[in-house]
């Protein structure tokens, strides 16, 4: 942002919060004079909301809820009816911006709601998909028929009116625009007063940033959304005022240019009502690439493990939040022997460290380690017995630090990986929603053997567990044990627990907090109970141990991906004191190494009587004491050896078993540019078919299909192959030698008497060693053919021309 205002005149388009900006002029007043205009989205002036309203001949509708209010925040209107969510989240800062005397643009609910997301706009936007732009924003609009244009309609407004030549009254094509005097409203009247709310002023001889003792900023300031002070008894709306841009005549007040509402359309042949919502479509500048037009190859690949030469495991289903520790977690019992560990399916926490939509990295693993028949199921954003939308517990996890934002992309190293065809849906999609927790345990529990029983690793908060067994009465029949990653036991030694953003509660670990009321329902079930607490924990949560095991075996894709991944968080870790708790992210592993090693490593377990307490006090709860009157016995694992669980972790990810099938995103590129390249350099030693083309059973996964790797032919050795990695084939054609062409003499192009081609790597037992060949001319050093063996495969004599073998690749892959 320096570096771009420095430069000379710019526009800002602000379409969320006005921190950082706010900061940057606060920071750097010299560069003021280069910040040309600022359009913001934000606010509500005169604005009526329209959810919850009645339609005009509605007679017997009575409207409800945010119906009339000038503000959007569906979560706290009841305490604040004037707020729109851009603004509020940061009023003091919305106010530097606004009263910085730079020329303001301002795009509020009044516009916006002016341009509704409607059944008919997309019904007639899903017609006119004329451009790549359109074709993207249909796909993320179509989940919201309840919802408004608001950061795109400001931003075409701001481009409009810079094209335009940003005349005085603000002409442009989309927006009716109007000056009006408005200010920012921070904190509530009566000025003045310290009521322990205020940040700026609370035991400050001298405020903050030199603010005046009575002014417009000194009020109450609201602290939540259940705020006492702006609740009003017997009211559906509350009187707090904050973030409110309100119309204003004293000296408080800035004049800014304003849009009221959408222009209508002037296409008479539209059927769309506003002019705006013909912009994507419009030719100017249109995208270029997607995954189709970058990729000339590009093809959505499932691929499923195949174990039916295999004695099945113990079925596992592992519960996680998405922090670090856990895709380390599942990448481990990804890579565990097919015989032990079973992994039937993966339940998220949508309370815990990560946004529900990094359910897409989930995806991303398993397609890199060849199981997208594994079902992924997203349980729900509220701790067990809290109010919708709230976050009385969930609001302990930091943004950044480690936490959200951070665990959202997975530090950046999510980008690494494979992408894989599967990918997060919104709950209200139509088309393939994402499956819930409870579905696919369902689905799960359904399909067990009748002596089979399933293992739960909880990694998480204990919502998805607590729901299961408190909904699914034959879960205590199903489940085994459960096998819990987390709390703290406040016992004789008193050690403190690891919720370091809330200091009054002393005791408590990360997940038992998350959920008390969760944590104290499974731990009080009927179902045994394996606790690893955050003692045994702090004792493995080594990353210099961690990395110096890994260090020596990055062999397999997953084994150097752990190690960037471990790298990165030591060194946020060492050089930033905002991520001085990474090592909590670390214990998360042990639950898995436990659960697959437990019986091979040396250690310890105690039994002990305890409690967790759920008492609605958020200095308490969480935190699990020692009760032996009233306490549940569970197991605690109290030591394990060190050097065995590092060991055992760094070389069960260095094996070549059950590895990656593609190593990354850059693989996976290479594979959509130029598959005959990719297939001719990878063969695949895993036991995985590649699923592109016939059904797969799962109602939660939708279509999918499979096609098995054909078998392997003319080995007359008889000796077993790996199967193949192979695209999907095209219909089976009569057998013939590649050479000449005769269907008799029981030969190939390989041992065709009439072929002046030797293989460059003789099977001297006539079996299909390598599952293709390089064949070179005679008396030409470069490789000029390539054959790929096999039955049903359709063999194509390939020149050694560039654009020969494209086509035939293109022909021979899709």
Same mark, same amino acid.
């Given at each position: ?34 910040v040309?205009?600022?359009y913001?989205?934000?606010?509500g002036?005169r ?11 509605n007679?017997?509708?009575k ?8 503000g ?18 940061d009023p ?17 609910l009044?516009?916006t ?47 409009s ?8 009254n603000?002409e ?9 005097n408005l ?5 509530n ?6 009521d ?6 609370n ?18 300031v609201?602290?939540?959304l ?14 707090c ?9 004293g ?5 800014v240019?304003?849009a ?13 009502d ?47 939040d ?14 565990s022997?097919?015989d032990q ?10 309370n ?17 380690m ?5 079902l ?6 509220n ?8 976050c ?9 630090s ?27 999609s ?18 067990l ?66 959920d ?20 045994i ?8 141990s961690?990395?110096?095991?890994l260090?020596?075996?990055?062999g397999?894709?997953?084994?150097h ?5 471990l790298?990165?968080?030591q ?16 214990g998360e592993i ?17 039994v ?17 004491? /020692?009760?032996?009157?009233? @306490? ?5 694992? $109290?030591?394990? #050896?060190? *050097? =065995? ?35 001719l ?17 799962s109602?939660?996964l ?9 078998p ?5 050795g ?37 072929s ?13 060693r390598?599952?293709?060949? /390089?064949?070179?001319?005679? @008396?030409v050093?470069?490789?000029?053919? $390539?054959?790929f #063996?096999? *039955? =049903? ?5 390939v ?11 293109r022909?021979?892959?899709?």
């Amino acid at each position: 942002m320096i570096d771009t205002i420095s430069d000379g005149l710019t526009s800002v388009i602000l379409i969320g919060a006005h921190t950082n900006f706010a900061i940057f002029l606060m920071t750097h007043p010299e560069l003021k004079k280069n910040v040309e205009h600022i359009y913001v989205m934000g606010g509500g002036v005169r604005s009526n909301n329209p959810v919850g309203c009645c339609q005009e001949n509605n007679t017997s509708c009575k409207p409800s809820g945010q119906c009339g209010i000038i503000g959007n925040l569906f979560t706290g209107y009841t305490s604040n009816p004037y707020a729109e969510f851009n603004i509020f989240v940061d009023p003091f800062a919305a106010y530097q911006v606004i009263h910085s005397g730079i020329p303001i643009t301002l795009v509020p609910l009044d516009a916006t709601n002016s341009i509704p997301i409607t059944e008919q706009f997309l019904s007639e936007f899903k017609q006119h998909q004329n451009t790549l732009e359109a074709q993207y924003c249909y796909q993320t609009m179509k989940f919201y028929t309840a919802s408004f244009m608001w950061d795109s309609f400001t931003s075409g407004i701001a481009i409009s009116i810079m094209r335009n030549g940003d005349k005085y009254n603000g002409e442009n094509e989309f927006a009716d625009m109007e000056y009006m005097n408005l200010t920012v409203i921070t904190s509530n009247k009566p000025y003045g007063v310290d009521d322990g709310s205020n940040p700026f002023f609370n035991g400050r001889e001298v405020p903050r940033f030199n603010l005046t003792k009575y002014g417009v900023h000194s009020g109450h300031v609201q602290t939540g959304l259940d705020d006492l002070f702006c609740l009003i008894n017997g009211s559906n709306t509350g009187r707090c005022e904050d973030g409110y841009t309100k119309e204003e005549s004293g000296p408080e007040a800035i004049q800014v240019r304003v849009a009221t509402k959408a222009k209508i359309n002037q296409d008479p042949k539209s059927s769309l009502d506003r002019e705006f919502s013909k912009v994507l479509n419009q030719p100017q500048q249109t995208g270029r690439f997607n995954f189709t037009t970058e990729f000339p190859y590009y093809k959505e690949i499932f691929y499923k493990e195949n174990i039916a030469d295999k004695s099945k495991g113990r079925p596992v289903v592992f519960d996680m939040d998405m922090r670090a520790g856990d895709f380390l977690s599942l990448i481990y019992l990804l890579k565990s022997p097919a015989d032990q560990i079973n992994l039937k399916g993966i339940l998220v926490s949508g309370n815990g460290w990560s946004d529900i939509a990094t359910i897409d990295i989930i995806y991303d693993v398993l397609h890199m380690m060849g199981r997208d028949d594994i079902l992924v199921g997203l349980g729900g954003t509220n701790a067990l017995g809290a109010p919708i939308l709230g976050c009385k517990y969930v609001k302990a996890i930091p943004k950044g630090s480690g936490g959200l934002l951070d665990s959202d992309t997975l530090f950046g190293l999510g980008r690494l990986l494979p992408r894989s065809p599967r990918r997060y849906t919104a709950e209200k999609s139509t088309e393939l929603r994402q499956p819930l927790a409870f579905e696919v345990w369902q689905s799960i529990a359904s399909k067990l053997d009748p002596d089979e029983k399933i293992l739960i690793l909880a990694n998480g908060p204990l919502t998805n567990i607590a729901n299961i067994i408190l909904l699914d009465k034959r879960a205590s029949s199903v489940i085994e044990s459960i096998y819990i990653v987390g709390g703290n036991i406040k016992d004789e030694e008193n050690k403190e627990g690891n919720v370091f953003t809330i200091p009054s509660n002393r005791y408590a670990e990360f997940n038992f907090f998350l959920d008390p009321l969760a944590a104290k329902t499974v731990i009080e079930s009927h179902i045994n109970i394996t606790l690893i607490p955050l003692s045994i924990q702090r004792k493995l949560n080594s990353f210099m141990s961690m990395i110096e095991a890994l260090e020596h075996v990055k062999g397999t894709p997953e084994a150097h991906f752990s190690y960037l991944l471990l790298s990165l968080m030591q060194r946020l870790k060492q050089r930033h004191v905002a991520y001085h708790h990474m090592d909590i992210f670390l214990g998360e592993i042990l639950g898995a190494v436990y659960l697959v090693e437990g019986s091979k490593l040396s250690h310890e377990v105690l039994v002990k009587s305890i409690r967790v307490l759920s008492n609605n006090n958020i200095s308490e709860d969480g935190q699990i004491i /020692i009760d032996n009157d009233h @306490g549940k016995l569970v197991k605690v694992i $109290t030591e394990i #050896e060190k *050097e =065995a669980y590092y060991t055992n972790f760094a070389n069960l990810l260095n094996s070549k078993r059950q590895s990656a099938v593609i190593a990354s995103f850059d693989e996976q590129k290479k594979l959509w540019s130029n598959p005959s390249e990719f297939y001719l350099n990878h063969q695949n030693s895993d036991a995985t078919r590649l699923v592109a083309g016939g059904p797969v059973e799962s109602p939660l996964l939708g279509s999918l299909s499979t096609r098995l790797d054909p078998p392997i032919s003319q080995c007359k050795g008889k000796r077993k192959q790996p199967q193949r990695l192979k695209p999907p084939l095209e219909a089976k054609k009569s057998r013939k030698c590649g050479v000449c062409g005769s269907k008799k003499g029981g030969h190939n192009a390989r041992t065709c008497p009439s072929s002046i081609y030797r293989p460059k790597e003789y099977c001297s037992t006539d079996c299909c060693r390598l599952g293709f060949l /390089i064949l070179r001319s005679k @008396g030409v050093d470069d490789e000029s053919e $390539t054959g790929f #063996e096999g *039955e =049903a495969a359709d063999r194509r004599r390939v020149k050694s021309t560039g654009e020969s073998r494209a086509k035939a690749s293109r022909e021979f892959f899709f």
